[in-house]
């Protein structure tokens, strides 16, 4: 079956734009999770979904970022008045639920370009 | 210091040669992933465990809970092995703490 697509694959921007990044889960995984890889750096955590809700949020860097998801679907993660710092690899995984012992499935991630 | 240490950080070896990459933790887990991440970026779950050993074709992960150090090992390496090689811990919410990533290079 399909697994988890992001989009845009790329995305360049200019300092200052809004940028929406778009992650299709795993139909029926009502667990969604966003990640960034920043050049050169490890993986983060960014923000976590339990069907539309979102208990933890403490990942996210600052309040230009945003994240929600309708309908226990697909989710969109909102960078408000880009900085370079933002340049990054942003990945979405899901698994079936929120508890552990599930396996996350990774999405091939959207490429960040902040000019 | 990080809460997931990985080592080592870069790792060359011949193909055929037997690989072993390490992975020590300092938080309470739930569980444990070994995750592979190809040039080009696409990331795939190898393994997730919580206790003993798995093996899944060459590949072998093992877990020692009591001293929170897991391992992952290569029999047999070929360079389509050639990846980073992440180990990550189940944070309480089900998220993933990443270690920095072991990049392995295997040579024909």
């Known amino acids: 079956g399909a697994g988890v697509s992001q989009s845009p694959s790329n995305k360049v921007t200019e300092k200052g734009k809004d940028v929406e990044l778009r992650c299709d889960p795993i139909?029926?995984?009502?667990?969604l999770y966003w990640y960034r890889q920043s050049l050169g750096q490890g993986l983060e955590f960014l923000i976590y979904?339990?069907?539309?809700?979102?208990?933890?949020k403490s990942g996210l860097p600052s309040d230009r970022f945003s994240a929600e998801r309708t309908g226990g679907s697909v989710s969109t993660l909102t960078i408000q008045r880009t900085q370079q710092e933002d340049s990054a690899v942003y990945l979405c995984?899901?698994?079936?639920?929120?508890?552990?012992?599930?396996?996350?499935?990774f999405g091939p991630g959207t490429r960040l370009t902040v000019l | 210091k990080n809460e997931v240490e990985q080592s080592p950080q870069n790792l060359t070896a011949q193909e055929g040669e037997f690989i072993t990459i390490n992975c020590s933790y300092s938080?309470?887990?739930?569980?444990l992933h070994w995750l592979q991440q190809h040039p080009g970026g696409g990331i795939v779950s190898l393994f997730m465990?919580?206790?003993g050993k798995k093996k899944h074709g060459r590949l072998i992960a093992t877990i020692n809970i009591q001293e929170k150090h897991s391992s992952l090992h290569i029999t047999a390496s070929h360079p389509r092995d050639s990846a980073v090689y992440i180990c990550?811990?189940?944070?309480?919410?089900?998220?993933?703490?990443f270690g920095k990533g072991t990049k392995l290079s295997v040579k024909p």
């Open positions: 995984a899901s698994s079936p639920d929120y508890n552990s012992y599930n396996e996350q499935f």
């Open positions: 139909s029926g995984h009502t667990a």
């Open positions: 979904f339990q069907g539309n809700s979102a208990p933890d």
């Open positions: 938080v309470g887990i739930s569980a």
């Open positions: 465990l919580s206790s």
């Open positions: 990550a811990v189940e944070g309480s919410q089900g998220n993933l703490i």
